[in-house]
């Protein structure tokens, strides 16, 4: 979902929750991905940030944490 001069990977406009799922280049790039978490959480959403094999081999976990997050924001 294109997010200013992003591509968010998934976002919800109804709960202003950007679901980003990173892939292990990302851990060399940790900069950039917190630049990119501030600009998005800058107009009013929430970045969650999931590796790639967490939602591979834990998706329950992962949508666990989504879950909760959304609960807390009610």
């Not at 591509?7 to 919800?12: E, K, L, N, Q, T």
């Not at 406009?13 to 990119?36: F, K, S």
Request: charged share 25%; with cysteine.
């Amino acid at each position: 979902m294109p997010m200013g001069q992003f591509v968010a990977d998934f976002a919800c406009v109804e709960a202003r929750l950007v679901i980003e799922v990173d892939g292990g280049q990302h851990a060399e790039q940790v900069v950039q991905d917190e630049a990119r978490t501030a600009a998005i959480e800058a107009t009013g959403y929430l970045v969650l940030r999931f590796w790639n094999d967490d939602v591979l081999q834990n998706i329950e976990g992962v949508i666990g944490e989504i879950e909760r997050t959304l609960a807390a924001r009610e």
